[in-house]
C-alpha cells in the first residue's frame, strides 16, 4: 500500500522536524536522489516508483516531540490543512479524552485515520478515531493526504486520510520521557515510553514492545483571568423566583415591598426577584437591592446580577493515559509472511464543568406551604390571581460540590494477517480484525431533580428526609446543606457504551503487461467489516432526572459491510523530450452497506514530469460517504444550543433586548413570538434567562449517503542547478475543490434561529409554521425549551483553496560559514495554507453562504493559516523557532445575523522556541519553550466560554525537556 513519495513529502518529513542527524545528512547534498526513493501512502498499488498523486505532507515523529506536545493531535493541528477539532484536552461532559481529527474542516468523520494503511478502532458513535490510542514510540511518520480518497481506501475517505506509519524494525532499547511545565505553575505535564525490538528465529521474525504513559492535569477557568466575568449565567447562587406570566403578582404588592428598601421607582412585576441573605429582595435584571456578593464567582455585569460561570469550567480535562502495543512478522517460508498486532489503552479523563443548575426549560417548583420562603416573598406570592400555586425556583446549587466526570475509556485491538509473492512479482496480503472500545462513564455530584422536588414540597422543608432540610433562598441558607441532605439530594449516574468493528480485507497487486513506458499494474481489493453499537445510560438520565445535564436513552445498532475495489496505473511516455514521465491512473470502488444498499466511487489521476525537476499532477475523484452509526440510530438525545446574551450576541430573539426586536422586523419578530407562546402580557420585558439552550438530536434510518467531487491540480518542482543556496530546493503548489452534496447534518441551531426569525431573510412573512420555526419548542411562560436537530441530508458543502509547501536548506560549509561541521546547515519550512470559499447550503435549493474567514465555537475557518520553522541543525545539536500564524476572522454572526454580527477575531501568532543536542551516540536531550511571548485568548464572541480552547492556547508560556535514549 504503499509507494515513492512526491518531492516535497521526502522535504517535508526532513523539514518540519529539527531532525535527527541522518534526516539532516538526507536534507544536504544527497537530498535530490534520494527524493524518489521515500514510500508513503496513496495507493494500492505497490511498487517504489509510483509518485503520489494528491499532495501528501509527511510528518516525521521528531517534529512531534519538539512541539512540546504531549497530544499528537495538538502537533498536527498546527498544520493548515487541519481544523481543530475534538482534542484530548478540551473540557465538556461525554469527551473521553479522545482527540480526532478534521481535515479542510469538513469534519472529523469525513477523513479517514489508518495505521500502516488498515482501519483503527473507533472511538464514538459518529465513527471518529481517537487518534491518542496510538503511543507516539511507535510512529516513524504521518502521512496527511487531502483530497477525496474513497476509491482507495472506502468511505470516509472523503476529505483525505492520515495515515500513521509505524517505525522500522530494529533490535535493542528506546525509551522517551518528556516533562512540561507552565510559567503559571499549575500544569505538569510529563510522559514516558520503552520500546523493546528484537529479531527472533535466527532472523526469519522480528518483534515490538512498546509501553507508555502520559499524565495531565486539569485546569479550571478561575486559574485564568480571561474566564473571571466570561459566560454571565443568570442560573445564580441566591436563586429567583421568576413569574409565571397567566398568575402575575400585582404591582401594588411589588411596590409595597421595594418601598420598605427605600426604592421609590416602580419595580416590574414580570422580573426574576433574588434572595439577599437578610431575606429582603432584589431584581436581578437591574440590581435593584442587591446586596452581595460581587466575588467569588457573583458580579454585576452591565447592570445585571450574574454568576460568571467561566471560573468554574475546566477548560482543560485531566487525563491519565496507559498504552501496551505489540507487533510482529514471521518468515514462514520463502514468499510467505504471518504478522500480526495487538493494542490496549486505557485512559482515565476527569472533566468538571461547574455546579449544577435548575433544569432549563423545565424548571423546579416550590409550593406555597414551603417553611422557608422569605416573608416578603409570601406578600408578592398572596398578591397573585391564584395564591396558593405554586411558583417556579430558578437557581444554582452552590452547597453542592461541582459536577464533574470520571470518563474510563478502553480500547483493544487484534489483528492477524499473511502476506507473500506470487509469481516473483505479484505481491497478496489477507488479514482480519476485531477491536472493541468501551467507555464507562460516572458523573458525581449529579441532582436528582425528583430529590429536590421532595425536599421542597415537604411541609416542614425536607426536615424529616435529612438533616435541617433544603432551604434555597440566599448565599447563606443555600450553601449550608447539611451532608446528609447533600447525600439525599445526590448521585453518581453511570453510564457505558461499547463499539466493536470486525474486518477481513484481501489485496492482490502486480504488473500484467510491460509497456514502453513500463509495467501496467493493478490492484483488486475485496473486504467485509461490521461495526455495532449499544449504549446504556443511567437510569436518571433516561427519564431526565438529572439537574441541568442533558438527557439520553438507550441507543444501539449495526452496519455490516461488503466492498470490492480496483485501481490500475498506466505509464505512457518515458524519457522523451519534455515527457520524462507521463502516466495515468484509475480506481474504482463498489460497497454494499446493510443500512443504506450500494454506493460506487471512483478516481482519475494524470501525472506528467516534464522534465526530472518538475512534476505536475492532478485527480478527480467521486467520493461517498454513508452514513454512520450515530447518524442513523442515534435517540433522542439532549445537547445544548449556545447563543449567547443580548445584544452582544444573537441570544433568544424574543428577548427584548435582541436585536431581531430592537431592529427594523422587531414588530413582525414581538408578533411571531407571541404566536410561538410568550405571553402578550410579557413580550415587552421578556428576557431569557441564560446563555444557551436545550437542543435535541435524533437519528434517522432514512438517510442517504453523501456523494463528493473532489477535483486537484499541482506541482512539485525541486530547483536544480549547483548553486549551495537553491539547489535542491523544494516547492509544491496544490489547488484543491471538494464539493458536498446531500450533507448529512443536523440543522445548526443557530441557524434555525436566524432563519425562523428572518435574521437572515429566510422568513420573511414571519410565519411560525415556517419549517424553521417549527423545530422550536416554547414552555407556558414562553422560554425556549428546545431546539430540535434531526439528521438529514441538507444541502451542500463547498470548499476551495491553495497550499503552499516550501522545503530550503543550505550547508554552511557550502555557502562559505564553515563552522567546522560538515553536516550543519540552516533551514526554512513554511507550510501555508490560503482558503478561498467555504459555502454552505442549509437546504437542498437554497442559497449557498460562504464562511470563509468566520469563527465560532468548534470551527475557526481562517482564510491563512500558516506553519513556518526556520533552524539550525547538525549531528551534534540542533535550534529553532516555529512560527504558527492564523488570519484575523469575523464572528460567524457575520453570515448568520449580518445586520448585528459580533466582533470577530485578531490574527493570532504563536511563537516556540526548540532545541536538542546530542549528549553521546546513545542518548539526545531536548527542550523548548512553547507560546514563547506569552500570547493571550482572544475573544470568540459565539463560544459559551468566550474563547476557543481547542484554537487557542489558553495555558499560557510553558517550557518542556525531554530525553531519548537508545541501547
Known amino acids: 500500500m504503499r509507494h515513492s513519495a512526491s518531492p516535497l513529502a521526502l522535504s517535508l518529513a526532513a523539514g518540519m522536524a529539527l531532525a535527527s542527524p541522518a534526516l539532516a545528512q538526507q536534507a544536504g547534498a544527497e537530498k535530490a536522489e534520494l527524493l524518489d526513493e521515500i514510500v508513503v501512502t496513496g495507493s494500492l498499488i505497490q511498487r517504489p516508483n509510483n509518485v503520489a498523486v494528491s499532495p501528501i505532507t509527511t510528518v516525521s515523529t521528531e517534529s512531534i516531540k519538539e512541539s512540546g506536545q504531549v497530544e499528537i493531535e495538538a502537533a498536527l493541528n498546527q498544520l493548515p490543512s487541519f481544523t481543530a477539532a475534538g482534542t484530548s484536552s478540551t473540557g465538556g461532559q461525554g469527551a473521553g479524552g479522545r482527540a480526532s481529527l478534521n481535515l479542510r474542516g469538513l469534519g472529523a468523520n469525513r477523513n479517514l485515520v489508518l495505521l500502516n494503511g488498515k482501519r483503527l478502532p473507533l472511538s464514538d458513535i459518529n465513527g471518529n478515531v481517537d487518534i491518542n490510542i496510538l503511543p507516539?514510540?511507535?510512529?516513524?511518520?504521518?502521512?496527511?493526504?487531502?483530497?477525496?480518497?474513497?476509491?482507495?481506501?472506502?468511505?470516509?475517505?472523503?476529505?483525505?486520510v492520515v495515515n500513521f506509519k509505524t517505525i522500522q524494525p530494529f533490535n535493542g532499547v528506546r525509551a522517551d520521557v518528556q516533562f512540561g511545565q507552565d510559567e503559571r505553575g499549575d500544569v505538569f505535564k510529563k510522559s514516558a515510553s520503552v520500546t523493546l525490538g528484537s529479531a527472533f528465529a535466527e532472523d526469519k521474525g522480528h518483534m515490538m514492545l512498546t509501553a507508555s504513559y502520559t499524565d495531565r492535569p486539569g485546569l479550571k477557568g478561575s486559574k485564568r483571568s480571561f474566564f473571571e466575568f466570561v459566560t454571565p449565567s443568570?442560573?445564580?447562587?441566591?436563586?429567583?423566583?421568576?413569574?409565571?406570566?397567566?398568575?402575575?403578582?400585582?404591582?401594588?404588592?411589588?411596590?409595597?415591598?421595594?418601598?420598605?428598601?427605600?426604592?421609590?421607582?416602580?419595580?416590574?412585576?414580570?422580573?426574576?426577584?433574588?434572595?439577599?441573605?437578610?431575606?429582603?429582595l432584589f431584581t436581578q435584571t437591574g440590581a435593584v437591592n442587591y446586596k452581595g456578593p460581587t466575588d467569588s464567582g457573583y458580579a454585576v455585569i452591565a447592570g445585571n446580577v450574574r454568576m460568571p460561570v467561566g471560573q468554574q469550567v475546566q477548560f482543560q480535562n485531566a487525563l491519565e493515559r496507559k498504552t501496551a502495543f505489540s507487533s510482529f512478522d514471521y518468515e514462514l517460508t520463502e514468499g510467505l509472511t504471518a504478522y500480526g498486532q495487538f493494542m490496549y489503552v486505557d485512559s482515565v479523563v476527569n472533566t468538571a464543568s461547574g455546579g449544577s443548575l435548575t433544569q432549563i426549560g423545565n424548571l423546579t417548583t416550590i409550593p406555597t406551604s414551603n417553611p422557608f420562603i422569605p416573608a416578603d416573598l409570601r406578600t408578592i406570592l398572596a398578591s397573585r390571581p391564584n395564591p396558593n400555586a405554586p411558583f417556579t425556583w430558578n437557581g444554582r446549587y452552590v452547597g453542592i460540590a461541582d459536577k464533574n466526570w470520571d470518563e474510563q475509556y478502553k480500547v483493544s485491538q487484534y489483528a492477524l494477517g499473511l502476506k507473500g509473492d506470487l509469481a516473483g512479482t505479484w505481491k497478496w496480503d489477507i488479514y482480519g480484525s476485531y477491536d472493541e472500545s468501551r467507555h464507562d462513564q460516572a458523573l458525581y455530584n449529579a441532582v436528582v431533580?425528583?430529590?429536590?422536588?421532595?425536599?421542597?414540597?415537604?411541609?416542614?422543608?425536607?426536615?424529616?428526609?435529612?438533616a435541617?432540610?433544603?432551604?434555597?433562598?440566599?448565599?447563606?441558607?443555600?450553601?449550608?446543606?447539611?451532608?446528609?441532605?447533600?447525600?439525599?439530594?445526590?448521585?453518581t449516574a453511570i453510564s457505558v457504551e461499547k463499539l466493536t468493528q470486525a474486518q477481513v480485507q484481501g489485496q492482490l497487486s502486480g504488473p500484467v503487461l510491460e509497456l514502453p513506458a513500463g509495467p501496467l499494474q493493478v490492484a483488486l481489493l475485496t473486504s467485509y467489516r461490521r461495526n455495532t453499537y449499544r449504549y446504556t445510560p443511567d437510569s436518571d438520565l433516561m427519564t431526565q432526572n438529572i439537574e441541568a445535564v442533558t438527557g439520553s436513552a438507550p441507543a444501539r445498532g449495526n452496519i455490516n459491510l461488503k466492498e470490492i475495489?480496483?485501481?490500475?496505473?498506466?505509464?505512457?511516455?518515458?524519457?522523451?523530450?519534455?515527457?520524462?514521465?507521463?502516466?495515468?491512473?484509475?480506481?474504482?470502488?463498489?460497497?454494499?452497506?446493510?443500512?443504506?444498499?450500494?454506493?460506487?466511487?471512483?478516481?482519475?489521476?494524470?501525472?506528467?514530469?516534464?522534465?526530472?525537476?518538475?512534476?505536475?499532477?492532478?485527480?478527480?475523484?467521486?467520493?461517498?460517504?454513508?452514513?454512520?452509526?450515530?447518524?442513523?440510530?442515534?435517540?433522542?438525545?439532549?445537547?445544548?444550543?449556545?447563543f449567547g446574551t443580548p445584544p452582544a450576541s444573537v441570544g433568544d430573539p424574543c428577548d427584548a433586548r435582541s436585536v431581531a426586536r430592537t431592529g427594523a422586523g422587531g414588530a413582525q419578530v414581538r408578533a411571531l413570538c407571541i404566536a410561538q407562546g410568550v405571553p402578550a402580557n410579557i413580550i415587552d420585558t421578556y428576557t431569557f434567562p441564560t446563555t444557551a439552550t436545550g437542543g435535541t438530536i435524533r437519528g434517522n434510518l432514512a438517510l442517504k449517503p453523501e456523494k463528493a467531487n473532489t477535483f486537484n491540480v499541482g506541482a512539485v518542482l525541486t530547483v536544480p542547478g549547483e548553486s549551495p543556496w537553491y539547489s535542491g530546493t523544494a516547492i509544491s503548489v496544490d489547488y484543491y475543490n471538494i464539493k458536498i452534496k446531500e450533507v448529512i447534518s443536523g440543522v445548526p441551531g443557530l441557524t434555525t434561529l436566524s432563519k425562523c426569525y428572518n435574521l437572515d431573510?429566510?422568513?420573511?412573512?414571519?410565519?411560525?409554521?415556517?419549517?424553521?420555526?417549527?423545530?422550536?419548542?416554547?414552555?407556558?411562560?414562553?422560554?425556549?425549551?428546545?431546539?430540535?436537530?434531526?439528521?438529514?441530508?441538507?444541502?451542500?458543502?463547498?470548499?476551495?483553496?491553495?497550499?503552499?509547501?516550501?522545503?530550503?536548506?543550505?550547508?554552511?560549509?557550502?555557502?562559505?560559514?564553515?563552522?567546522?561541521?560538515?553536516?550543519?546547515?540552516?533551514?526554512?519550512?513554511?507550510?501555508?495554507?490560503?482558503?478561498?470559499?467555504?459555502?454552505i447550503q442549509t437546504l437542498p435549493g437554497s442559497s449557498f453562504q460562504d464562511y470563509v474567514n468566520t469563527s465560532t465555537l468548534g470551527r475557526a475557518l481562517p482564510r491563512w493559516k500558516a506553519l513556518t520553522t526556520v533552524g539550525y541543525r547538525s549531528d551534534l545539536f540542533g535550534v529553532g523557532l516555529r512560527w504558527r500564524?492564523?488570519?484575523?476572522?469575523?464572528?460567524?454572526?457575520?453570515?448568520?445575523?449580518?445586520?448585528?454580527?459580533?466582533?470577530?477575531?485578531?490574527?493570532?501568532?504563536?511563537?516556540?522556541?526548540?532545541?536538542?543536542?546530542?549528549?553521546?551516540?546513545?542518548?539526545?536531550?531536548?527542550?523548548?519553550?512553547?507560546?514563547?511571548f506569552d500570547r493571550g485568548l482572544p475573544t470568540v464572541a459565539s463560544s459559551q466560554n468566550s474563547t476557543d480552547v481547542g484554537v487557542y492556547d489558553a495555558v499560557g508560556r510553558s517550557y518542556y525537556i525531554g530525553l531519548k535514549a537508545k541501547f
Open 136 to 160: 507516539e514510540a511507535i510512529i516513524g511518520s504521518i502521512d496527511v493526504i487531502t483530497g477525496g480518497a474513497s476509491a482507495i481506501y472506502g468511505s470516509d475517505a472523503m476529505s483525505g
Open 234 to 280: 443568570s442560573f445564580i447562587g441566591t436563586s429567583t423566583y421568576v413569574p409565571n406570566a397567566a398568575n402575575l403578582p400585582t404591582q401594588a404588592a411589588i411596590n409595597s415591598v421595594f418601598s420598605k428598601y427605600g426604592i421609590a421607582a416602580p419595580v416590574g412585576r414580570t422580573l426574576n426577584l433574588g434572595f439577599n441573605n437578610d431575606g429582603s
Open 449 to 466: 431533580k425528583s430529590k429536590v422536588q421532595s425536599l421542597l414540597n415537604a411541609a416542614d422543608g425536607g426536615k424529616a428526609l435529612c
Open 468 to 491: 435541617g432540610g433544603f432551604n434555597p433562598f440566599g448565599i447563606s441558607n443555600a450553601t449550608s446543606i447539611s451532608d446528609a441532605c447533600k447525600s439525599y439530594m445526590t448521585k
Open 565 to 642: 475495489a480496483g485501481q490500475v496505473d498506466i505509464p505512457l511516455i518515458s524519457g522523451a523530450e519534455f515527457a520524462e514521465e507521463l502516466a495515468i491512473g484509475a480506481a474504482a470502488r463498489y460497497s454494499d452497506y446493510s443500512t443504506t444498499g450500494s454506493v460506487t466511487s471512483y478516481e482519475a489521476d494524470l501525472r506528467w514530469r516534464p522534465v526530472n525537476s518538475l512534476m505536475l499532477r492532478g485527480s478527480y475523484q467521486r467520493a461517498v460517504r454513508a452514513p454512520n452509526i450515530g447518524e442513523l440510530f442515534s435517540p433522542p438525545t439532549g445537547t445544548q444550543v449556545q
Open 761 to 839: 431573510g429566510s422568513n420573511p412573512s414571519y410565519a411560525a409554521s415556517n419549517e424553521f420555526c417549527q423545530l422550536l419548542t416554547r414552555d407556558a411562560q414562553g422560554q425556549l425549551q428546545d431546539v430540535s436537530m434531526p439528521f438529514l441530508n441538507l444541502g451542500g458543502l463547498e470548499t476551495d483553496g491553495i497550499d503552499v509547501q516550501i522545503n530550503w536548506s543550505a550547508s554552511l560549509s557550502d555557502i562559505g560559514a564553515d563552522v567546522g561541521d560538515a553536516s550543519a546547515e540552516i533551514y526554512v519550512t513554511p507550510v501555508i495554507g490560503w482558503v478561498n470559499h467555504y459555502n
Open 885 to 932: 500564524y492564523q488570519g484575523a476572522m469575523e464572528d460567524v454572526t457575520a453570515v448568520t445575523t449580518p445586520n448585528n454580527p459580533s466582533p470577530g477575531v485578531p490574527a493570532y501568532h504563536l511563537v516556540d522556541l526548540f532545541g536538542n543536542v546530542r549528549v553521546s551516540e546513545t542518548i539526545e536531550l531536548r527542550a523548548g519553550v512553547t507560546n514563547l
